[in-house]
């Protein structure tokens, strides 16, 4: 089984600790976040997005933020 949470802050919610405590496998929101951006880049600009640096940026900016 595996359970998603669509928050991305904090990396790890109170729901996916107790998914991982249950022995599920538990996923963040961060990769939607990133991926919803870089659709939203292709569609504006017709240019394929650098999907790596987007989510190296938005895990710093994350970070910047505590």
């Known amino acids: 089984m595996v359970v998603y949470d669509l928050v991305?802050?904090?990396a790890?919610?109170?729901?996916?600790?107790q998914a991982r405590a249950a022995g599920t496998r538990g996923i963040g929101g961060?990769?939607?976040?990133v991926h919803q951006g870089a659709a939203s880049f292709r569609l504006w600009t017709g240019v394929e997005?650098?999907?790596d640096i987007m989510r190296r940026a938005c895990e710093k900016g994350l970070r910047s933020r505590r």
């Open 8 to 10: 991305y802050t904090p």
């Open 12 to 17: 790890e919610t109170l729901f996916l600790r």
């Open 30 to 33: 961060l990769g939607m976040l």
């Open 49 to 51: 997005p650098p999907i």
